[in-house]
């Protein structure tokens, strides 16, 4: 199994054109929305669509692909059904129809990436440390389209920005059609007795719990960084250089993380992770103003985010092989990233009044040192009665 080729051009294709979208939807969409005539209510409304499809679908779609003799298929509907609910924005829809136009294209998006994971770790098998060397362009197609995206709409209106985005649902259609599980898929396919049973175990059951708080660490910064900076003095084009600083790290650091994971177990990596994400948390709440102060913080980026992500990855590939990480990447994404972002969201919004932003932050950093402590307790604890060390 580990002599078979990787095909990592076709695996890269995905993430780049899957990335890509997000990268014009996650900064553009809300404004494109504005740009329809929605208000503010109906634009929050509408954008936590995103994150409450993401609870559901995962899991859910996940579930379907896991008891399925061609589970590739569900990737490939998945695709195509975001392709087919996008065509309808590129319509003049009132409030009623980019409602029901956006559960049906979230719901479907969302459900997507947890399948390709899962089909990437199939081919990766033994050699998981690589992953990161492919995921890396989907964060180079995110940092190149909100780039090129930016500067297209200085010169067009943001309502162009459905005819745009259409290509890269296109391209990932076809990236879908390029790819098919590996392997290691077949060699430990599982039932859902040993599913559930590996998902009762405590070290298994620490990790879920980790990555849930670390996902709600990240609450202060994916809803308010921008305005934070803004309230301390710091220009527009500085707050987009802050934020291609944190992309440029992850970049970075998916290129080096074959080499990262080839010597670190992926347990020390997500414990360097969780407490670079508590320093960095406070560091952004007592020190706002100190520009190489917040530079660093920002670098750090790729611990608490790529290298977590891509330890999470190797985690889920060691407790779950075969056919049931598919099931597996559908818990992760629905539990750890679409409840603890919606909890980090709510947290956030609900402590941003107390004194602009220093509470909420100080918040995240408490959040992530609990997820460290877990972290350090259980998953260590894991990794011994495995007969391994964590380092």
């Not at 997000?22 to 954008?47: C, E, H, N, T």
């Not at 009132?94 to 719901?107: K, N, P």
């Amino acid at each position: 199994m580990t002599t078979e080729p990787i095909p990592a051009r076709r695996l890269a294709s995905f993430y780049l054109a899957y990335y890509a979208a997000l990268g014009a939807f996650s900064p553009y969409w809300s404004l494109f929305l504005k740009a329809r005539g929605q208000d503010v209510a109906a634009i929050s409304l509408l954008m936590s669509l995103w994150y409450g499809t993401r609870i559901v679908a995962p899991s859910s779609w996940s579930w379907l692909a896991a008891r399925s003799a061609a589970p590739v298929h569900w990737l490939r509907i998945g695709c195509a059904i975001a392709l087919a609910s996008f065509v309808p924005f590129v319509l003049p829809l009132d409030f009623g129809g980019l409602f029901a136009t956006m559960v049906v294209f979230c719901f479907a998006w969302n459900a997507v990436m947890p399948q390709f994971e899962a089909l990437t770790l199939s081919h990766l098998g033994a050699r998981s440390e690589r992953y990161g060397t492919i995921r890396v362009w989907g964060s180079i197609g995110f940092i190149a389209v909100v780039a090129g995206f930016g500067v297209a709409f200085d010169h067009v209106a943001v309502t162009w920005l459905p005819w745009f985005m259409l290509p890269l649902f296109v391209g990932l259609v076809a990236s879908s059609f390029a790819n098919d599980y590996g392997p290691a898929a077949i060699a430990a396919s599982g039932s859902g007795s040993d599913f559930r049973e590996r998902l009762l175990r405590p070290e298994v059951l620490a990790f879920f719990a980790v990555t849930l708080l670390a996902q709600m660490s990240f609450g202060p910064y994916y809803t308010f960084f921008s305005i934070y900076l803004e309230q301390h003095g710091y220009r527009p084009s500085t707050l987009g250089a802050y934020w291609a600083i944190g992309v440029a790290a992850e970049i970075a650091l998916f290129f080096a993380s074959a080499r990262i994971f080839g010597r670190w177990d992926a347990r020390t990596v997500l414990l360097v992770a969780l407490v670079s994400a508590a320093l960095r948390w406070c560091v952004t709440a007592l020190l706002p103003e100190n520009v190489p102060v917040m530079v660093l913080a920002q670098a750090t980026h790729a611990l608490n985010f790529a290298a977590l992500f891509a330890a999470c990855m190797q985690l889920l590939a060691r407790f779950f092989p075969g056919r049931m990480n598919g099931h597996a990447q559908g818990v992760f994404y629905g539990f750890s990233s679409g409840g603890g972002g919606v909890l980090g969201a709510w947290l956030a919004g609900a402590l941003w009044h107390v004194d602009g932003g220093r509470t909420a932050f100080l918040a995240a950093g408490g959040i992530a040192t609990l997820a460290a402590a877990i972290c350090l307790g259980a998953l260590r604890a894991g990794a011994s009665r495995e007969g391994r060390g964590p380092g």
